[in-house]
């Protein structure tokens, strides 16, 4: 469980601590007007592609951030074979010098971190501490990744039988990975596959979420810079159709797969049928959740509340660590709703460039609409307690939700996850908690658990029934910093092994026996 209150140090920049946050600024206003592109990106090369297509900030549709071109499946085989063709010669770089290239990418990014975070705020409406924790994860990803590498490469797995014969075991890669990541940590989770992937030794095909192409090109341009081979890397951008070309290849070893569960039971599924299954891939999905936070009587109500809107509301819900389902016990349930409603109506939405902002949009109309779907089919059984309004310069040309406190009859009302700013609420009483974490547990998902409670038996009581992947006690529950809250789920939640800890790199590469002695 990860108890306390913030995110403890990282080795990323922390720029609201120092006295530097009036000149960053400026320096991140410069990149207000950049217009950025991006294409498929083959052995370095743009493919003949369609036409170049404006890309608009989902905060304000007629800001234009750039341009992309998009890529057809025809683009993502040839990446497919480019990246078969390299990986021979990938695999026998030196474990180090992979690994030295993910450090000089940590320290590209902390250079350009000015600019990156511009371009978080405008293609992705990320506010800016969002944008700024968004560089410090992918800066941490690459680091650690890059240290693991070595460790893991340098200390054979060694295992002493009864007899005293000694049998030694090293990782070697396993072959060419496609990694497919979501949108809504764009820079983090767009790097931490592809630097666990390469620097274990394989090569990658990358298909990002088509919603921030532009962050993942730029990504891919300082990779580049940082001297990784053009023929390592391979980028291909597109929707699900271009993600379906990659995953059905066979020439696929790994896939790295990070979105919704519906998702992933797609490539589940393309997998299986491939048409010459001889080497089956690995696939690792992390995926949703329908995160809950159980509050006994116990619980600090103000402390509560600062860590529900952080949790449902911060990102504007779209984490999958998020919020979903607020669960206070009936004791302190009155209170701890009004001073919900309260917190809630000092809530800013607006423009994610603008420091006062407290929320940003939605990513885009799909979302927007699938939220709004949401709120209208809970309809008439359920009890709006609270909903931020949106100002009126945001309700046309962009993609805001009102972040909403919905109290529910029953938890049968809750079915899939809605990936946004809604927050459930449901009461209950002392002897009900055995029968409602059960029901948590039973809507499959198992990703984040908050629990606020001054008794620790309650606490860990709480802890022990829950199948979650990170539990959070006592403080909001977003968040992990890698390398020390190894983070992922379980059920429809992720198959793990959990991202930025110690497990995560063996599942890119195959165990192979490398000698015999005494
Ligand atoms: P999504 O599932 O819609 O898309 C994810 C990626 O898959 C995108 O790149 C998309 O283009 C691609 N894709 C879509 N259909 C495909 C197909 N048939 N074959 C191959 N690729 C396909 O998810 P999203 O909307 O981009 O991201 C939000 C989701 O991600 C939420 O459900 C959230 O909970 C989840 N998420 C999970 C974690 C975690 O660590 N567990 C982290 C971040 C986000």
Redesign the pocket.
């Known amino acids: 469980a990860i108890y306390g209150s913030e995110r403890p140090a990282s080795t990323g920049p922390n720029l609201f601590i120092d006295s530097q946050a009036t000149p960053f600024l400026q320096a991140v206003a410069q990149f207000h007007t950049t217009q950025w592109q991006a294409s498929a990106s083959i052995n370095g090369q743009t493919p003949q592609t369609s036409a170049w297509q404006p890309v608009y900030a989902p905060w304000d549709h007629s800001h234009q951030v750039g341009q992309i071109a998009w890529s057809s499946p025809e683009d993502a085989h040839a990446a497919l074979n480019a990246a078969a063709d390299y990986q021979a010669a990938w695999a026998q770089v030196a474990v180090t010098e992979r690994a030295d290239i993910f450090r000089r990418m940590a320290q590209l990014m902390q250079t350009h971190l000015a600019e990156l975070v511009a371009l978080c705020q405008r293609e992705a409406g990320k506010t800016l501490q969002d944008s700024i924790d968004e560089v410090r994860e992918a800066v941490d990803f690459c680091y650690y990744y890059g240290a693991r590498a070595q460790e893991i490469s340098e200390q054979p797995l060694e295992i002493t039988d009864l007899t005293g014969v000694i049998r030694r075991y090293q990782r070697q890669p396993r072959g060419v990975w496609v990694c497919?990541?979501?949108?809504?940590?764009p820079l983090a989770?767009f790097l931490g596959q592809i630097s666990a992937a390469l620097v274990t030794g394989n090569t990658v095909v990358a298909?990002?979420?088509?919603q921030t192409s532009l962050i993942a090109y730029r990504a891919l341009e300082l990779l580049y810079q940082a001297g990784l081979p053009k023929q390592a890397l391979h980028l291909v951008l597109g929707?699900?159709e271009v993600?379906?070309a990659l995953?059905s290849a066979t020439q696929v070893a790994g896939v790295a797969?990070?979105?919704?569960?519906p998702?992933a039971r797609?490539?589940y599924r393309?997998l299986a049928q491939r048409p010459q299954i001889d080497t089956p891939p690995v696939l690792i999905a992390?995926?949703?959740?329908q995160n809950a936070m159980i509050v006994d009587s116990t619980a600090l109500p103000e402390q509560v509340v600062k860590d529900v809107l952080l949790s449902g509301f911060a990102s504007a819900g779209q984490r999958?660590s998020a919020l979903r389902l607020l669960c206070v016990q009936e004791d302190i349930a009155e209170r701890v709703f009004d001073l919900l409603q309260g917190a809630m109506a000092e809530l800013r939405l607006g423009d994610p460039r603008e420091l006062a902002t407290d929320v940003g949009p939605v990513i885009d109309q799909v979302a927007q609409t699938k939220l709004e779907a949401h709120l209208t089919n809970l309809g008439a059984k359920t009890h709006i307690l609270a909903q931020t309004p949106i100002p009126e310069a945001y309700q046309q040309q962009a993609t805001f939700v009102a972040p909403t406190a919905i109290r529910l009859q029953s938890l049968d009302q809750l079915g899939e996850?809605e990936?946004g700013p809604f927050v459930h609420l449901l009461t209950y009483r002392a002897n009900e908690l055995p029968q409602l974490i059960q029901q948590i547990n039973a809507k499959g998902y198992g990703?984040t658990l908050g629990i606020h409670s001054r008794n620790e038996t309650t606490a860990a009581y709480i802890e022990a029934c829950a199948r979650v992947g990170n539990t959070y006690i006592n403080r909001n529950q977003i968040g992990a910093v890698v390398g020390v809250q190894p983070?992922?789920?379980q059920g429809l939640?992720?198959t793990g092994p959990k991202?930025g800890g110690p497990h995560y790199l063996a599942s890119f590469t195959h165990l192979v026996e490398c000698g015999v002695g005494d």
């Not at 497919?180 to 940590?185: A, D």
């Not at 298909?207 to 088509?210: C, I, L, Q, V």
């Not at 797969?257 to 569960?261: A, H, I, R, V």
């Open positions: 497919i990541s979501p949108w809504n940590f989770i298909k990002p979420a088509p929707a699900g993600g379906a995953t797969f990070t979105g919704s569960t998702t797609h490539i393309a992390e995926t949703g959740g999958c996850e990936f990703l983070f992922g789920g939640s992720g991202a």
